[in-house]
C-alpha cells in the first residue's frame, strides 16, 4: 500500500519529532517524514486534530495459544492487539505444551504469520515444563527466533539455575524477564497484605515476596551483566530494591502494568474476581510510588500482562479463581486519560513506555517512524471519550477490572507493515465490514 497521512501530529522522539508531519508510506516502510511533501498522487488520510504515535509494543502478553484456545488464540489475541494500537507484542511461553523447544515456538510464530495482524514474538521458557528445575535448551530457542527468557506465571526459585540462565541469556544477548516472587513468603497468598485483603479473610501475599526476588535476581544481575528485565513491579518496597539498584550501577529494566498503576486493593473487595491478579493489587502508597518511577525511568515500560481467561472461570469463588486480567484493549487509553491527561507525563514519555523502550529491549523493529523503519503506527483522536465495554472486545477475555471507565485516547486506526489492521474499531479479516472502509473514497476524508 502506498498513501500519504496528512495533518496529524506526530511524536517520534526517537527521531527528534514532535509536531505536525505528513507521512509518506510504500510498502512496508516509511518513505519520508516532513511538516509537508507537496501534492502527491496517492490516496491522503487526513489526520486533522489526531495524534500519531509509533506503532505500540507489548512485551508482556499471554496468548493462550497452544493449549488453552477456549481461553484465546492468537488469532483472537492479535485482533485485540490492533484493536488497542499495539502493532508489535511479545507472548510468554507459559502454553500447554510450554514454549520450551523449536516445535512450540515454531508453531506460535506460523500461527502469527497466518493470522497476519499484530508482530508476534514468542518468549522460550527459562526452565524445561517451566518446572524450575532444568535449563531450557535455550541457544535451540533463540535459534528459532525466541526474543527473550521467562518461566513467566511461575518464578525460577532455584538461585543457581537462575544464574546459569542469565549467563546463557546474555551469551545469546537476550533478556531474561523475571517473574520476581518468593513463594516461600507468598505462600498460597491471593490477595495484598493489606486492609481490604485481610478484612476479605483470605491468604495474603506480602510484597516482600515480590520486593525479596528482585533483591536476588539483582544481585545475580550485578554478578552476571547481560540484560535482566523485572515484570510486573507492584509495590513501593519493589521500586526502592530498583532505585538501589540503579544508584550501584546495576543494569535492569522493570516494567508495570496498568492495573497496578491505576487500581489499589480496594477493586478486589466483596470479591470481585475480575481485580484478582499475580502481583495483587496494593495500597495507594505503592500506587503513587508506581507512578514516580515511571515519571522518573526507574521503570521504563508499561506492559499489560494480558492475561484472558473463560467468564466461567473468574465466576467461580475467588479462593478458586485464577489470576490475570486483560489489557491489550484498555492499555492506551488508560495511559492517557490517568498520565497524560493529568500531566503526569508527556506525549513523548508515552511512546518511549509503551513504545519505543520495550522494542529496544526486545532488539525488534518498531517504537520509530524514522525513515526506512517499518510502517507500524497507530492513530488516536484525542477527544473522543467513551466507556470501556468489554463485550466489544476482540479478545476472548472479558475480565477486565475497568469495565464502564470512561476513557479517552482509543486508536482509531493501526497499521502494520504499511498495511492498515484496524481502521474506526473494525479490525481485518474480523469485521465483516472492514473491506468497505478500506478504499480511495474514504481515504481522501477526514477519520
Given at each position: 500500500?502506498?498513501?500519504?497521512f496528512?495533518?496529524?501530529?506526530?511524536?517520534?522522539?526517537?527521531?527528534?519529532?514532535?509536531?505536525?508531519?505528513?507521512?509518506?508510506?510504500k510498502?512496508?516502510?516509511?518513505?519520508?517524514?516532513?511538516?509537508s511533501?507537496?501534492?502527491?498522487?496517492?490516496?491522503?488520510?487526513?489526520?486533522?486534530?489526531?495524534?500519531?504515535?509509533?506503532?505500540?509494543?507489548?512485551?508482556?502478553?499471554?496468548?493462550?495459544?497452544?493449549?488453552e484456545?477456549?481461553?484465546?488464540t492468537?488469532?483472537?489475541?492479535?485482533?485485540?492487539?490492533?484493536?488497542?494500537?499495539?502493532?508489535s507484542?511479545?507472548?510468554?511461553?507459559?502454553?500447554?505444551?510450554?514454549?520450551?523447544?523449536?516445535?512450540?515456538?515454531?508453531?506460535?510464530?506460523?500461527?502469527?504469520?497466518?493470522?497476519?495482524l499484530?508482530?508476534?514474538?514468542?518468549?522460550?521458557?527459562?526452565?524445561?515444563?517451566?518446572e524450575?528445575?532444568?535449563?531450557?535448551?535455550?541457544?535451540e530457542?533463540?535459534?528459532?527466533?525466541?526474543?527473550?527468557?521467562?518461566?513467566?506465571?511461575?518464578?525460577?526459585?532455584?538461585?543457581?539455575l537462575?544464574?546459569?540462565?542469565m549467563?546463557?541469556?546474555?551469551s545469546?544477548?537476550?533478556?531474561?524477564?523475571?517473574?520476581?516472587?518468593?513463594?516461600?513468603?507468598?505462600?498460597?497468598?491471593?490477595?495484598?497484605?493489606?486492609?481490604t485483603?485481610?478484612?476479605?479473610?483470605?491468604?495474603?501475599?506480602?510484597?516482600?515476596?515480590?520486593?525479596?526476588?528482585?533483591?536476588?535476581?539483582?544481585?545475580?544481575?550485578?554478578?552476571?551483566?547481560?540484560?535482566?528485565?523485572?515484570?510486573?513491579?507492584?509495590?513501593?518496597?519493589?521500586?526502592?530494591?530498583?532505585?538501589?539498584?540503579a544508584?550501584?550501577?546495576?543494569?535492569?529494566?522493570a516494567?508495570?502494568?496498568?492495573?497496578?498503576?491505576?487500581?489499589?486493593?480496594?477493586?478486589?473487595?466483596?470479591?470481585?474476581?475480575?481485580?484478582?491478579?499475580?502481583?495483587?493489587?496494593?495500597?495507594?502508597?505503592?500506587?503513587?510510588?508506581?507512578?514516580?518511577?515511571?515519571?522518573?525511568?526507574?521503570?521504563?515500560?508499561?506492559?499489560?500482562?494480558?492475561?484472558?481467561?473463560?467468564?466461567?472461570?473468574?465466576?467461580?469463588?475467588?479462593?478458586?479463581?485464577?489470576?490475570g486480567?486483560?489489557?491489550?484493549?484498555?492499555?492506551?487509553?488508560?495511559?492517557i486519560?490517568?498520565?497524560?491527561?493529568?500531566?503526569?507525563?508527556?506525549?513523548?514519555?508515552?511512546?518511549?513506555?509503551?513504545?519505543?523502550?520495550?522494542?529496544?529491549?526486545?532488539?525488534?523493529?518498531?517504537?520509530?517512524?524514522a525513515?526506512?523503519?517499518?510502517?507500524?503506527?497507530?492513530?488516536?483522536?484525542?477527544?473522543?471519550?467513551?466507556?470501556?465495554?468489554?463485550?466489544?472486545?476482540?479478545?476472548?477475555?472479558r475480565?477486565?477490572?475497568?469495565?464502564?471507565?470512561?476513557?479517552?485516547?482509543?486508536?482509531?486506526?493501526?497499521?502494520?507493515?504499511?498495511?492498515?489492521?484496524?481502521?474506526a474499531?473494525?479490525?481485518?479479516?474480523?469485521?465483516?465490514?472492514?473491506?468497505?472502509?478500506?478504499?480511495?473514497?474514504?481515504?481522501?476524508?477526514?477519520?
Amino acid at each position: 500500500m502506498e498513501l500519504l497521512f496528512r495533518g496529524g501530529i506526530l511524536y517520534d522522539p526517537a527521531a527528534g519529532w514532535a509536531g505536525p508531519a505528513e507521512i509518506l508510506i510504500k510498502g512496508d516502510r516509511v518513505e519520508a517524514v516532513a511538516g509537508s511533501l507537496g501534492k502527491v498522487d496517492l490516496p491522503v488520510i487526513d489526520l486533522r486534530g489526531k495524534i500519531v504515535l509509533p506503532g505500540l509494543v507489548d512485551m508482556h502478553a499471554h496468548l493462550r495459544e497452544p493449549g488453552e484456545e477456549g481461553k484465546e488464540t492468537i488469532a483472537d489475541g492479535c485482533a485485540a492487539a490492533v484493536a488497542g494500537g499495539f502493532t508489535s507484542l511479545a507472548c510468554m511461553p507459559n502454553t500447554y505444551p510450554p514454549a520450551d523447544n523449536k516445535t512450540v515456538v515454531s508453531y506460535i510464530r506460523e500461527r502469527a504469520r497466518r493470522t497476519g495482524l499484530a508482530r508476534v514474538y514468542p518468549v522460550g521458557a527459562i526452565s524445561k515444563g517451566l518446572e524450575g528445575k532444568e535449563l531450557s535448551n535455550m541457544w535451540e530457542l533463540a535459534s528459532e527466533g525466541v526474543k527473550g527468557f521467562s518461566d513467566d506465571g511461575r518464578p525460577v526459585m532455584d538461585g543457581g539455575l537462575m544464574l546459569r540462565a542469565m549467563q546463557f541469556a546474555s551469551s545469546l544477548q537476550l533478556p531474561i524477564i523475571s517473574h520476581c516472587e518468593d513463594l516461600s513468603i507468598a505462600e498460597d497468598g491471593v490477595v495484598h497484605a493489606g486492609p481490604t485483603g485481610y478484612q476479605m479473610g483470605l491468604p495474603v501475599i506480602r510484597p516482600a515476596a515480590e520486593a525479596a526476588m528482585i533483591a536476588r535476581d539483582l544481585l545475580l544481575q550485578e554478578e552476571v551483566g547481560g540484560k535482566l528485565h523485572l515484570a510486573h513491579i507492584s509495590s513501593q518496597k519493589s521500586v526502592a530494591m530498583l532505585k538501589w539498584a540503579a544508584e550501584r550501577g546495576v543494569p535492569f529494566t522493570a516494567e508495570v502494568t496498568p492495573h497496578h498503576l491505576f487500581l489499589t486493593e480496594e477493586a478486589a473487595k466483596e470479591f470481585f474476581s475480575d481485580a484478582k491478579m499475580n502481583p495483587p493489587l496494593r495500597e495507594i502508597e505503592d500506587q503513587k510510588a508506581l507512578q514516580k518511577a515511571l515519571q522518573k525511568d526507574l521503570i521504563g515500560v508499561v506492559a499489560t500482562d494480558h492475561a484472558p481467561h473463560r467468564p466461567q472461570d473468574k465466576e467461580n469463588d475467588f479462593l478458586s479463581a485464577p489470576f490475570g486480567v486483560v489489557g491489550l484493549e484498555t492499555a492506551l487509553p488508560l495511559v492517557i486519560t490517568r498520565l497524560l491527561c493529568q500531566e503526569l507525563i508527556s506525549w513523548e514519555r508515552v511512546v518511549e513506555i509503551l513504545s519505543l523502550t520495550p522494542a529496544r529491549i526486545l532488539n525488534i523493529p518498531g517504537g520509530t517512524l524514522a525513515p526506512g523503519s517499518a510502517a507500524d503506527l497507530v492513530v488516536i483522536d484525542p477527544q473522543e471519550e467513551r466507556p470501556v465495554e468489554k463485550e466489544n472486545f476482540y479478545s476472548r477475555g472479558r475480565n477486565t477490572p475497568f469495565q464502564g471507565w470512561v476513557l479517552k485516547g482509543f486508536p482509531i486506526l493501526t497499521m502494520v507493515g504499511g498495511d492498515i489492521k484496524m481502521l474506526a474499531g473494525k479490525v481485518k479479516g474480523f469485521s465483516p465490514d472492514f473491506p468497505a472502509l478500506i478504499n480511495e473514497s474514504l481515504l481522501k476524508e477526514s477519520l
